[in-house]
């Protein structure tokens, strides 16, 4: 409803100036108020009844780490001449405009956030005018509303492989001998190999006979089967730590230009699905912190759109007991577990999986912290904290797990990886 904020106002002066005329007995001061009062009946008689309403709504661009977008709808009744908007976002300076009335419209809005997840983002307070700001409506709300903001997959080559590749087929050369591209050696042709695979200039070199000038034995070429991997992305989501130290005890709001350690470990995780699946591999995703199903292993374009979905909802809920027992893991499979290792559950699960046969590289995703606003107390607790992550992330090391900080050089530290040695002698 309008309130009559301007016009009250105005019709209480008119009557002061009409009263004041009637009493002292002066025509020519009640006749001044005469205009005003018409104007103010004429104005609340014909107001607009609702003024105008603001729907919030994201777009339905996909919005990823950077500029993200959303839109306003104004729909204002006849007779509103102007709406007051401000515009705000936790951790962003308010932002006002006047927005002529008269007919609907969509107004754009959009922020820079280094952040990913679900946030709540765009709350919008507005006033309607009419009249010459005679009328006012009363402060109204809308929003925020809660946007998805995905990671960036940034490309990654020469990926990490699990010790053994199980899969029947794929992109990578595995220790079984099979239909493929890469030699494993040459023997005697015998049942069951193919006609395709006979060597004849090893079969001419050796099998001649020099009296006859007749071949013997034929001799064929055996090439190690290709398959694919199996890759398992976990994602310890038990907490949420900033750059800043002095947030990490809860109670302030993280800013949304700064890297928590879960954007990180959503980026790493992305990049990392996202170069897999390129390659043909089966990509899964779990979550540490949560007790629930887990995205199973598969390929292709929708396995990436399911992997996303789900790690854009990654987040913390409270604080999850002690696992008896570890996340069950596809047999052969390559772990990568994105954690800050800030306590010891996270690096004891690590160790059960590489004790159990797994290939696991633990990304560090704890961002580069910042003590601007500690005291000497508070700094000396960091210093105990990092510390002790130090000697958890080398005593890891020690057992078989390859340590790797997510950062710009990534990319040169897997590839480190994926040249590595896997038992029995195939990389």
């Known amino acids: 409803m309008i309130l009559v904020s301007g016009a009250a106002a105005a019709a209480l002066v008119a ?5 004041i005329g009637v009493a002292g007995g002066r025509p020519d001061v009640a006749v001044i108020a005469v205009p005003a009062l ?11 009844r609702r003024g105008g309403v603001v729907t919030l709504q994201p777009t339905t661009e996909h919005s990823e780490t950077g500029q993200v977008r ?26 006002h405009a006047l927005v002529a009335g008269g007919s609907d419209r969509t107004i754009p809005l959009s922020l820079e956030t280094s952040r990913t997840g679900v946030h709540d983002m765009f709350r919008v307070d507005w006033m309607s005018e009419a009249f010459g700001a005679v009328l006012v409506t009363s402060p109204r709300k809308a929003g925020p509303v809660p946007i998805a903001v995905h990671p960036v997959a940034r490309p990654l080559k020469d990926m990490p492989l699990p010790f053994r590749l ?8 595995s220790r079984r001998v099979g239909e493929g591209y890469e030699t494993h050696d040459v023997h005697e042709f015998a049942p069951g190999d193919r ?3 006979i060597d004849w200039r090893v079969s001419a070199r050796r099998a001649i006979d020099l009296s006859t000038g007749r071949l013997g034995t034929l001799y064929a070429r055996r090439t190690f089967a290709t398959a694919d991997a199996t890759v398992m992305i976990v994602v310890d989501s038990r907490d949420d730590v900033g750059e800043d130290v002095s947030a990490w005890a809860g109670g302030v709001d993280v800013r949304m230009d700064e890297t928590t350690s879960l954007d990180v470990a959503r980026e790493a995780a992305a990049a990392i699905a996202r170069a897999y699946l390129d390659l043909g591999d089966r990509v899964g995703l779990d979550d540490l912190g ?24 990654v987040a913390p809920e409270g604080w999850p007991d002690r696992r008896q027992r ?9 772990v990568v577990l994105c954690s800050t290792f800030l306590d010891d559950e996270a690096a004891r699960i690590a160790r059960r999986w590489r004790a159990f046969g797994h290939r696991v590289i633990a990304v560090d995703t704890l961002p580069q912290v910042s003590t601007a606003f500690l005291n000497g107390f508070q700094e000396t607790a960091l210093r105990l904290v990092l510390l002790a992550r130090r000697q958890r992330l080398r005593a890891l090391g020690r057992t078989g797990v390859e340590i790797v900080a997510w950062s710009s050089s990534t990319a040169v530290e897997l590839h480190a990886l994926s040249r590595t040695r896997m038992p029995g002698g195939r990389r």
């Open 38 to 48: 018409l104007t103010t009946l004429w104005a609340a008689l014909t107001r607009p």
């Open 326 to 334: 570890p996340p069950q893991l596809p047999s052969g499979a390559l």
């Open 70 to 95: 959303a839109q306003a709808r104004l729909d204002v009744d006849p007779g509103v001449e102007a709406v007051v908007l401000r515009v705000a976002s936790q951790g962003y300076r308010s932002q």
């Open 15 to 19: 009557v002061t100036v009409l009263a």
């Open 195 to 197: 006609l395709r695979r």
């Open 290 to 313: 949560r007790r629930r199903r887990p995205v199973p292993p598969a390929a292709g374009r929708h396995q990436w759109e399911r992997i996303q979905q789900r790690l854009v909802r």
């Open 166 to 173: 199980p899969g029947l087929t794929g992109n990578h050369t």
